[in-house]
């Protein structure tokens, strides 16, 4: 017999949530099916989320924390364009591991980030870790402007990475029959390739 739950409420509920949507997906997330499968009355889950929405929008946020924590314990370099690759590679990395918490923050319709604002802080959070060490690049070049330059490098870069692991995590490429190999040389390919296009290596190398 499997030891009963003891955590909070609160915590059961947001781990069910997740259950849920990797089960069902996000269309069968409701509180009174949580509360269901919890064996609880169906207000209780109503005493920590007013909503649907309350709830949806913490899985969110506890995805963005969790991504964020990740790049943030990636390998660190001095060099800050070594160090962004090494964040480039945590990022794909968490998109091939994490599939669930990777879909409820890129291609999920979001509640209003207005009335959940910790949902809009670790979202936040999350494309700073990218922007400020393009900062830091920037800072370094004397020549160069430090903050929209930056802002639109990160979006560049956050764009690419997005479309190669929705890409690679979709039933489409399931298709292609593609070897874990051969996904990880894509990966490889696109990473040097992205800093061709920032200007960290010659376009030979990436040949």
Same mark, same amino acid.
Request: net charge negative.
């Given at each position: 017999?499997?030891?009963?739950?003891?955590?909070?409420?609160?915590?059961?509920?947001?781990?069910?949530?997740?259950?849920?949507?990797?089960?069902?997906?996000?269309?069968?997330?409701?509180?009174?099916?949580?509360?269901?499968?919890?064996?609880?009355?169906?207000?209780?889950?109503?005493?920590?989320?007013?909503?649907?929405?309350?709830?949806?929008?913490?899985?969110?946020?506890?995805?963005?924390?969790?991504?964020?924590?990740?790049?943030?314990?990636?390998?660190?370099?001095?060099?800050?364009?070594?160090?962004? #690759?090494?964040?480039?590679?945590?990022?794909? &990395?968490? @998109?091939? /591991?994490?599939? *669930?918490?990777?879909?409820?923050?890129? =291609? %999920?319709?979001?509640?209003?980030?207005?009335?959940?604002?910790?949902?809009?802080?670790?979202?936040?959070?999350?494309?700073?870790?990218?922007?400020?060490?393009?900062?830091?690049?920037?800072?370094?070049?004397?020549?160069?402007?430090?903050?929209?330059?930056?802002?639109?490098?990160?979006?560049?870069?956050?764009?690419?990475?997005? #479309?190669?692991?929705?890409?690679?995590?979709? &039933?489409? @490429?399931? /298709?292609?029959? *593609?070897?874990?190999?051969?996904?990880? =040389? %894509?990966?490889?390919?696109?990473?040097?390739?992205?800093?061709?296009?920032?200007?960290?290596?010659?376009?030979?190398?990436?040949?």
């Amino acid at each position: 017999m499997a030891d009963p739950d003891t955590r909070p409420l609160k915590e059961r509920v947001v781990s069910e949530a997740f259950k849920v949507i990797a089960e069902a997906g996000v269309e069968a997330l409701s509180l009174r099916a949580i509360a269901k499968r919890l064996g609880v009355s169906h207000q209780a889950p109503y005493k920590h989320f007013p909503s649907r929405d309350h709830i949806l929008a913490e899985v969110v946020a506890r995805s963005f924390e969790t991504f964020s924590t990740h790049l943030e314990a990636r390998p660190r370099s001095e060099n800050g364009f070594e160090d962004l #690759g090494f964040m480039g590679r945590a990022y794909l &990395d968490f @998109a091939m /591991t994490h599939p *669930l918490q990777y879909r409820l923050m890129f =291609n %999920t319709a979001l509640p209003d980030i207005d009335d959940h604002p910790n949902m809009l802080a670790m979202s936040q959070r999350a494309f700073s870790i990218l922007h400020e060490r393009l900062q830091t690049i920037a800072l370094s070049d004397p020549g160069g402007s430090i903050d929209q330059p930056a802002k639109h490098d990160a979006m560049f870069i956050w764009a690419t990475l997005h #479309g190669c692991c929705s890409i690679l995590n979709s &039933d489409v @490429a399931k /298709t292609l029959a *593609l070897t874990d190999q051969e996904k990880a =040389n %894509t990966m490889d390919r696109m990473m040097r390739r992205l800093s061709m296009a920032l200007g960290t290596i010659e376009a030979d190398s990436c040949n």
